[in-house]
């Protein structure tokens, strides 16, 4: 298994590498350097001589990918690209337009991230399995019809619709909650979390719901499920016992790449909850243009998708020994 | 089983208790339960700050909080219209001396020409402290404490609080000079450098002479470098005692004095550099930009942008008193209950970030914001028109005490006709008479009941209301868009347009050489979809005048590259005043500060020589009736050239709750929260009442639960049942 994993970690470099390129490109070909100065030093009174110096400053004064006028090695190491790239796989994400640094402001705020995320992904897959699970073993009934219809409603309806409506209800109409905000840490936190968990797991139960259910009928109808009910086991037993594990496959599909993910964030929920994370962080880069900064979170988001990907390979092993990693 | 169903009824009871109780606490409310009934201003901000640093500042909401901090010389007083500079830390408002060539005094009503350098003498009050900070903390044998930290000294501090002494000093003439000298720091970019440059006598080359010095002690590093300006005199600035120091300019520019009422010209005591400067300082986010250092009213104690900023009263802050003079509706108004009193009047100010706008308002009318801005979705909950065409909150809003304070910005937002288009710009009678028929067409007075909610009003000109120059009703009304009608002035019928269109060479909106239909290009950097309505609107305009318009909307770096190039030919844009002089909108078309060749302002790249003369003569002149005379003959000439359809002058509405007072919309001081007070108790009160938790929903809900998962439960017991049988 490890040189399984040393060998996924060997062809992350390139795609990486590449990720880094497109992100790079995609950026330098919306904004030029002086559209990035221009944005920076502010709307009024920016003379040609202040944008020179801006662009100096931060060696946005060098070609993009190809140094022509320089020598040897400089021709490729002498370029934008090139000097701001090799860093990032170092870890050193560098400084951002307002001269933070990037890698601590990341660590900052990945926390309130995780604060929201990993509850509501913990509760989340808790209740959507249960769901699935009811569904199938009441497959081919009303409940099932309308469960299925119910999640087909609930899936259609935009986040955006849950989390005003969360907002509405609870927060507005209720005053059960604050509408907004974040606290870290004590009791005085858990009220802040608990309408953006609640909004965060209610607007995936649709989708979810549907798909695990799928998955558990999917294996409802095979051989040792009939052998299972033959021999006289329950059927809560043969569903939490067998047809649950066996599901377990397809479920981590989906849920373990994410794991890594939760990290970064959610745009639409940090931005309307206030939630001082990794989500908002981004949104705020891409607003500003601060390029480090969106670059930083594009490569960081890569690297999490990958570990997600490699995380993925190594639960299957877990959940079936049936699958070798070699 | 008696016994298990009693312990049953007295967890109920106790449930019931505990939800009883709570039900009288706000739950909804999001600060600690530590700060209820306190004497703090909760107030919210959509955008983060990007600095905080005076010498780089320049926006609205980087303002909102360094205005607080920082102190420069002159302030704007918090009452008096039109606005007038008052002295903030200087004992009084310098007169300017002036000097020629030889450095001889002239008298003070030696005319400009003859005038070389002006000499601004500023003399501070003794007596005032800065905040206290670390940059200051000093031992026993008065070493400063924190300016030779190395790694491990370092360790495990992140932010200011970190530092377990503070210090202060007092302040001396030596800072102003030392933060006028920054601003031609290398590495601060700050925005104003280039105008300085044009003024402060010497500031040019000193840039220079910064940059190479900083080369030197930098030597390639880019942490931990600390440019000791003290060693690099500035012609332009200099300190003649403590408390008094010059500032010499170039000829005369009596708006000097405005900018020295902003942050840029605020005192920086050169610890406080020296202090953020050292090693390993940056990779901490420990920086000058980040922890302001000032000796205003309140200081920054919790800098988190992304989530809450907090100013606290600087318990070093020195003698301020709210002013005793005012307007003279101010009285009647309550504004004068506390003059006299020692500022400031609110302990804590806690800034919120809100990046949503639906949060933001509810928890204003919740009572946890006691202001707020008056939202576009919100607007009709919130304000409505009168009989009389004012505008005054719902009753919705009345029954919760809440008030409407309404101003014109001192801004102009104008649909300007790039001068060296060949078809619309020009100074012949055909390009000036189309311009004039658009002008015409183009009815603001509807945009701004359509898309605006009336918060506006259409622009006779450049100059804003509140700016020396402006005159109201049909004395300052545009005559070739404008008719006065029983002393009002009404725009000109749409017929009158089609005549001048006719007379500009386009009869019905047609080439009457090619007969090809007029079509004109309108360049936008408003591209989202809610401005998708307000274009089609814009289009229309110019249907009434059979003219097509093509919106050309990109994004907002095109838009000024095409502007810089002069690839425009007709264009949105706006200015908001940096001080409140004619001077800072008429320069909008002064021909040498034109965007195409010089990268002006002057996005119109208007350059008539009348114009031009005229305004040389009026920009340095003390307001008067010769200014306002030229003022007005510099108006006559542009309303007859119209370079700019001339657009609209915002309207800015703010809410506040019953519990704020003090409150005076102020569009050129920046520094208001220390005139404002609060009355915790009623907010208190209200924001209870307001907010009790409604219970029932969650019963409700609980309930809804339990029935779906009846019949779920029901059939999983007939299924087994009939396993087993």
């Known amino acids: 298994?490890?040189?399984?994993?040393?060998?996924?970690?060997?062809?992350?470099?390139?795609?990486?590498?590449?990720?880094?390129?497109?992100?790079?490109?995609?950026?330098?070909?919306?904004?030029?350097?002086?559209?990035?100065?221009?944005?920076?030093?502010?709307?009024?009174?920016?003379?040609?001589?202040?944008?020179?110096?801006?662009?100096?400053?931060?060696?946005?004064?060098?070609?993009?990918?190809?140094?022509?006028?320089?020598?040897?090695?400089?021709?490729?190491?002498?370029?934008?690209?090139?000097?701001?790239?090799?860093?990032?796989?170092?870890?050193?994400?560098?400084?951002?337009?307002?001269?933070?640094?990037?890698?601590?402001?990341?660590?900052?705020?990945?926390?309130?991230?995780?604060?929201?995320?990993?509850?509501?992904?913990?509760?989340?897959?808790?209740?959507?399995?249960?769901?699935?699970?009811?569904?199938?073993?009441?497959?081919?009934?009303?409940?099932?019809?309308?469960?299925?219809?119910?999640?087909?409603?609930?899936?259609?309806?935009?986040?955006?619709?849950?989390?005003?409506?969360?907002?509405?209800?609870?927060?507005?109409?209720?005053?059960?909650?604050?509408i907004s905000g974040y606290d870290a840490g004590g009791l005085h936190a858990l009220k802040f979390l608990a309408l953006?968990?609640?909004?965060?797991?209610?607007?995936?139960?649709?989708?979810?719901?549907?798909?695990?259910?799928?998955?558990?009928?999917?294996?409802?109808?095979?051989?040792?499920?009939?052998?299972?009910?033959?021999?006289?086991?329950?059927?809560?037993?043969?569903?939490?016992?067998?047809?649950?594990?066996?599901?377990?496959?397809?479920?981590?599909?989906?849920?373990?790449?994410?794991?890594?993910?939760?990290?970064?964030?959610?745009?639409?929920?940090?931005?309307?909850?206030?939630?001082?994370?990794?989500?908002?962080?981004?949104?705020?880069?891409?607003?500003?243009?601060?390029?480090?900064?969106?670059?930083?979170?594009?490569?960081?988001?890569a690297v999490l998708y990958i570990v997600g990907l490699i995380l993925t390979d190594i639960s299957y092993s877990l959940a079936d020994p049936r699958v070798r990693l070699e | 089983?008696?016994?298990?169903?009693?312990?049953?009824?007295?967890?109920?009871?106790?449930?019931?208790?505990?939800?009883?109780?709570?039900?009288?606490?706000?739950?909804?409310?999001?600060?600690?339960?530590?700060?209820?009934?306190?004497?703090?201003?909760?107030?919210?901000?959509?955008?983060?700050?990007?600095?905080?640093?005076?010498?780089?500042?320049?926006?609205?909401?980087?303002?909102?909080?360094?205005?607080?901090?920082?102190?420069?010389?002159?302030?704007?007083?918090?009452?008096?219209?039109?606005?007038?500079?008052?002295?903030?830390?200087?004992?009084?408002?310098?007169?300017?001396?002036?000097?020629?060539?030889?450095?001889?005094?002239?008298?003070?009503?030696?005319?400009?020409?003859?005038?070389?350098?002006?000499?601004?003498?500023?003399?501070?009050?003794?007596?005032?402290?800065?905040?206290?900070?670390?940059?200051?903390?000093?031992?026993?044998?008065?070493?400063?404490?924190?300016?030779?930290?190395?790694?491990?000294?370092?360790?495990?501090?992140?932010?200011?609080?970190?530092?377990?002494?503070?210090?202060?000093?007092?302040?001396?003439?030596?800072?102003?000079?030392?933060?006028?000298?920054?601003?031609?720091?290398?590495?601060?970019?700050?925005?104003?450098?280039?105008?300085?440059?044009?003024?402060?006598?010497?500031?040019?080359?000193?840039?220079?002479?910064?940059?190479?010095?900083?080369?030197?002690?930098?030597?390639?590093?880019?942490?931990?470098?600390?440019?000791?300006?003290?060693?690099?005199?500035?012609?332009?600035?200099?300190?003649?005692?403590r408390y008094t120091y010059r500032v010499k300019i170039r000829g005369v520019y009596p708006q000097i004095r405005y900018w020295m009422a902003m942050p840029f010209f605020a005192p920086m005591p050169p610890e406080a550099e020296r202090f953020f400067s050292q090693p390993g300082m940056q990779a901490r986010n420990l920086t000058l930009d980040w922890y302001p250092v000032g000796t205003g009213a309140y200081m920054l104690t919790v800098n988190d942008p992304n989530r809450r900023m907090v100013l606290e009263r600087n318990p070093n802050y020195h003698d301020e008193f709210y002013p005793r003079a005012g307007e003279p509706a101010d009285a009647g108004r309550g504004l004068l209950a506390d003059a006299g009193k020692r500022?400031?009047?609110?302990?804590?100010?806690?800034?919120?970030?809100?990046?949503?706008?639906?949060?933001?308002?509810?928890?204003?009318?919740?009572?946890?914001?006691?202001?707020?801005?008056?939202?576009?979705?919100?607007?009709?909950?919130?304000?409505?028109?009168?009989?009389?065409?004012?505008?005054?909150?719902?009753?919705?809003?009345?029954?919760?005490?809440i008030r409407l304070l309404t101003s014109v910005a001192a801004s102009t937002y104008y649909l300007g006709f790039n001068m060296l288009d060949p078809v619309v710009g020009g100074y012949g009678e055909r390009a000036r008479k189309l311009r004039q028929a658009v002008s015409i067409a183009i009815d603001y007075e509807e945009q701004i009941s359509i898309f605006r909610n009336g918060r506006g009003i259409a622009a006779q000109g450049p100059l804003p209301p509140g700016i020396f120059g402006y005159e109201d009703g049909c004395a300052g009304s545009n005559p070739h868009v404008y008719d006065c009608v029983r002393g009002v002035p009404r725009r000109k019928p749409i017929e009158f347009a089609r005549r001048l269109l006719s007379e500009a060479g386009y009869p019905d909106g047609r080439d009457a050489r090619t007969g090809a239909p007029l079509t004109l290009y309108f360049e936008t950097a408003a591209t989202g979809p809610e401005e998708k309505a307000r274009l089609d609107w814009m289009r229309k305009q110019l249907q009434k005048l059979n003219v097509q318009l093509e919106v050309r909307a990109t994004d907002y770096n095109r838009f000024q590259e095409k502007m810089r190039k002069g690839d425009a030919q007709l264009f949105e844009w706006g200015w908001n005043a940096d001080y409140p002089d004619p001077e800072n909108f008429l320069f909008l078309l002064y021909g040498p500060n034109r965007k195409v060749g010089a990268d002006g302002e002057n996005a119109a790249n208007y350059d008539n020589p009348e114009f031009n003369r005229l305004f040389e003569r009026m920009k340095n002149m003390e307001n008067g009736p010769e200014r306002l005379a030229i003022i007005r003959r510099m108006l006559d000439v542009a309303r007859r050239d119209a370079p700019w359809a001339w657009g609209v002058h915002p309207k800015l509405f703010t809410l506040e709750h019953a519990w704020v007072l003090n409150a005076k919309p102020n569009n050129m001081a920046n520094n208001t929260l220390k005139y404002l007070r609060l009355e915790p108790a009623p907010r208190a009160r209200d924001r209870a009442a307001w907010n009790r938790p409604v219970l029932w929903p969650v019963a409700a809900v609980l309930l809804l639960l339990a029935a779906g998962a009846a019949p779920a439960v029901i059939a999983y017991r007939r299924r087994e049942r009939t396993v087993r049988r």
């Not at chain 1, 701001?84 to 951002?96: E, I, K, N, T, Y």
């Not at chain 2, 909760?42 to 980087?62: G, I, M, V, W």
């Not at chain 2, 670390?134 to 370092?154: I, N, Q, S, V, W």
Request: hydrophobic letters at 45%; proline letters at 6%; one cysteine or more.
């Open chain 1, 1 to 178: 298994m490890i040189a399984y994993i040393v060998r996924r970690l060997l062809h992350a470099v390139p795609i990486l590498v590449g990720v880094n390129l497109i992100t790079f490109a995609l950026f330098f070909f919306v904004n030029s350097p002086d559209d990035m100065a221009r944005i920076h030093l502010g709307v009024k009174r920016v003379t040609p001589e202040a944008i020179a110096k801006w662009k100096e400053d931060r060696g946005f004064n060098r070609p993009l990918f190809y140094n022509a006028a320089a020598a040897g090695a400089d021709k490729v190491a002498d370029t934008i690209f090139f000097r701001h790239s090799v860093r990032l796989f170092a870890g050193d994400f560098g400084r951002s337009e307002d001269g933070r640094d990037i890698r601590r402001e990341i660590f900052q705020r990945m926390w309130p991230s995780v604060a929201i995320a990993l509850p509501t992904f913990a509760v989340g897959i808790l209740v959507y399995i249960t769901f699935a699970m009811l569904l199938a073993f009441f497959r081919g009934t009303y409940l099932d019809a309308w469960g299925v219809v119910a999640c087909v409603g609930m899936m259609s309806v935009s986040t955006l619709f849950y989390v005003i409506g969360g907002q509405y209800l609870v927060s507005k109409l209720w005053h059960l909650v604050p």
């Open chain 1, 196 to 301: 953006p968990v609640i909004v965060g797991v209610v607007s995936g139960v649709g989708s979810s719901t549907r798909l695990y259910r799928s998955f558990f009928l999917e294996e409802i109808g095979k051989d040792y499920v009939r052998t299972a009910r033959a021999k006289g086991l329950s059927e809560p037993r043969v569903l939490f016992r067998h047809v649950l594990g066996n599901a377990l496959i397809p479920i981590l599909t989906g849920v373990v790449v994410v794991i890594p993910l939760l990290f970064v964030g959610s745009l639409i929920m940090e931005s309307f909850f206030g939630i001082p994370g990794l989500g908002s962080y981004t949104i705020d880069a891409i607003t500003s243009q601060d390029f480090f900064v969106v670059r930083a979170m594009v490569f960081l988001g």
């Open chain 2, 1 to 241: 089983m008696g016994q298990t169903n009693s312990y049953r009824r007295a967890l109920l009871l106790l449930a019931l208790a505990a939800l009883s109780c709570n039900a009288r606490a706000e739950w909804n409310n999001p600060y600690p339960a530590a700060e209820e009934g306190k004497n703090i201003l909760y107030t919210a901000f959509r955008e983060r700050p990007k600095h905080l640093d005076p010498a780089r500042a320049y926006s609205s909401n980087e303002y909102d909080f360094i205005a607080q901090i920082y102190e420069p010389p002159f302030q704007y007083h918090y009452l008096k219209r039109p606005y007038a500079l008052a002295p903030l830390t200087a004992v009084a408002l310098p007169r300017p001396a002036y000097l020629d060539t030889q450095s001889r005094r002239l008298p003070p009503d030696a005319p400009p020409a003859a005038v070389a350098y002006s000499v601004y003498e500023i003399r501070i009050r003794p007596g005032i402290y800065y905040q206290p900070h670390p940059a200051f903390a000093r031992d026993a044998a008065g070493k400063l404490l924190y300016h030779a930290l190395d790694e491990r000294a370092l360790a495990g501090k992140y932010a200011i609080a970190d530092f377990p002494r503070t210090g202060t000093r007092e302040l001396v003439a030596a800072d102003y000079v030392y933060q006028i000298k920054r601003l031609a720091h290398p590495k601060l970019h700050s925005p104003i450098l280039s105008v300085m440059g044009e003024y402060i006598v010497g500031m040019k080359d000193y840039a220079a002479t910064l940059t190479r010095a900083y080369a030197d002690v930098a030597g390639g590093r880019e942490d931990g470098v600390y440019l000791d300006l003290a060693r690099y005199p500035l012609a332009g600035a200099e300190a003649v005692d």
């Open chain 2, 343 to 401: 500022l400031p009047l609110i302990d804590k100010v806690v800034f919120s970030r809100e990046k949503e706008g639906i949060p933001y308002w509810n928890k204003f009318l919740q009572g946890y914001y006691d202001r707020s801005a008056v939202l576009t979705e919100s607007f009709d909950q919130a304000v409505r028109l009168t009989g009389s065409g004012d505008t005054d909150v719902t009753e919705s809003m009345k029954q919760k005490g």
